[in-house]
């Protein structure tokens, strides 16, 4: 093998790569990056066996092959280079990096030990504008349990209903919904259709979704088949497990009707609750008091060691009965924060019933949230 290509796009293509090696004793291939060439292109691949990587990044090719080395110590070494070329040759499964006054041979492994990624075999897909999946999965990220007790807790749910995709979110006491309308995306997929996505996936994507690598498209594709999904880019293919678990039923979770309905500026209520929270001691509690008839909302949070706070709010509006309900403040700041606009309207029932997060005129995101007992 003997390739050269451009350092930059060589180190953005292995540090994802890297990112998916596994620190694995037992099978130290893992650890490993594998290396391929093939025409005027470089495969940069990577696996811990539940989730895949392939990159490509182009070059001039004067000998197709391929070599096997460690991801960390390549990645750590091209990420001190400045120049801007790089020359790899690869020889008795070792490889040979020259770049300006560097001169590196990198011991490697056969790449006869490396395992096959696979490839989803189906016809089914979902096309969608890479901004707009990588908004939506940031809306609901957050709500993601990272437990491993309950992997269908510790991911995503991706569904197809008549309105759109849906894209859901939970941990049982929060629950971030985000629908994305049939109009923005392009599938054969039936509605009622639904994969569970692993947390980790996830981030992978997210990650797969800002890093540009000689890739001027603004489409993934996602491909599912019954046990994999497949998220591509023009030149990034990441496959992942899926998780085979019932997913729990988030409409049940949703309240339809609200006794208290507020709407407060972004603002003002992101920093009373990040003022109040640095009171509310090891559990994370703010109490929240809303009283239409003063028309206002006051923060308090106390801890024997640390002091106690209150903060008074002015809404926009409030309509309802006087309420006192006690919130995880860092929970309730992630639902605030993953809402979209100037204003956040908060619905709530009573003290010990979920409360509904969402901007004032957004009408495709929401947020749960259970409260704490008083």
Same mark, same amino acid.
């Given at each position: 093998m003997k390739f050269i290509t451009l350092v930059e796009n060589l180190k953005k293509a292995v540090g994802l790569a890297e990112r998916i090696t596994s620190k694995n004793i037992t099978l130290p291939i893992l650890n490993n990056i594998l290396i391929e060439t093939n025409k005027n292109k470089i495969h940069i691949k990577a696996t811990d066996l539940e989730l895949g990587i392939? #990159?490509?990044v182009s070059g001039k090719t004067e000998k197709e092959g391929k070599v096997v #080395?460690?991801?960390?110590?390549?990645s750590d070494f091209l990420g001190n280079l400045s120049e801007e070329k790089i020359n790899l040759e690869a020889k008795d499964n070792n490889l040979k990096a020259e770049s300006g006054k560097y001169k590196t041979t990198f011991q490697g492994f056969n790449s006869e030990d490396f395992p096959i990624i696979p490839e989803v075999k189906t016809d089914k897909y979902l096309e969608i504008e890479k901004v707009i999946l990588k908004e939506g999965l940031d809306q609901v990220i957050s709500? %993601? !349990?990272? !437990? @491993?007790?309950y992997p269908e807790l510790s991911s995503v749910l991706f569904k197809i209903e008549k309105e759109g995709l849906k894209l859901v979110g939970t941990d049982r006491y929060r629950l971030s919904l985000k629908t994305i309308p049939l109009e923005k995306i392009n599938t054969n997929l039936k509605e009622g259709f639904e994969v569970i996505v692993p947390l980790r996936t996830i981030q992978e994507v997210l990650k797969m979704l800002t890093e540009e690598i000689e890739d001027n498209s603004k +489409? #993934?594709?996602? @491909?599912?088949?019954?046990?994999? #999904?497949?998220? @591509?880019?023009?030149?990034?293919?990441? +496959?992942?497990?899926?998780i085979n678990a019932q997913y729990p039923d988030y409409n049940k979770a949703i309240p339809l009707n609200f006794e208290n309905q507020i709407v407060l500026k972004r603002k003002d209520l992101e920093e009373a609750i990040k003022v109040t929270g640095i009171f509310s001691g090891k559990i994370n509690d703010v109490k929240f &008091?809303?009283?239409? !008839? &003063? &028309?206002? %909302? %006051?923060?308090?949070?106390q801890d024997p060691t640390l002091g106690q706070s209150e903060t008074v709010l002015e809404p926009i509006d409030i309509k309802g009965n006087p309420l006192e309900i006690r919130f995880n403040y860092r929970f309730f700041l992630d639902g605030v924060e993953a809402s979209k606009g100037e204003e956040i309207f908060l619905g709530l029932n009573k003290e010990n019933l979920p409360a509904l997060i969402r901007g004032k005129e957004e009408n495709d995101f929401i947020y749960i949230l259970v409260p704490m007992s008083l």
């Open positions: 392939e #990159i490509n #080395i460690p991801a960390r110590t390549f709500s %993601v !349990s990272y !437990s @491993s007790n +489409i #993934i594709t996602i @491909s599912p088949d019954p046990n994999q #999904i497949q998220f @591509s880019t023009g030149e990034i293919r990441l +496959i992942s497990r899926l &008091k809303f009283n239409p !008839s &003063k &028309k206002e %909302v %006051v923060l308090e949070a």
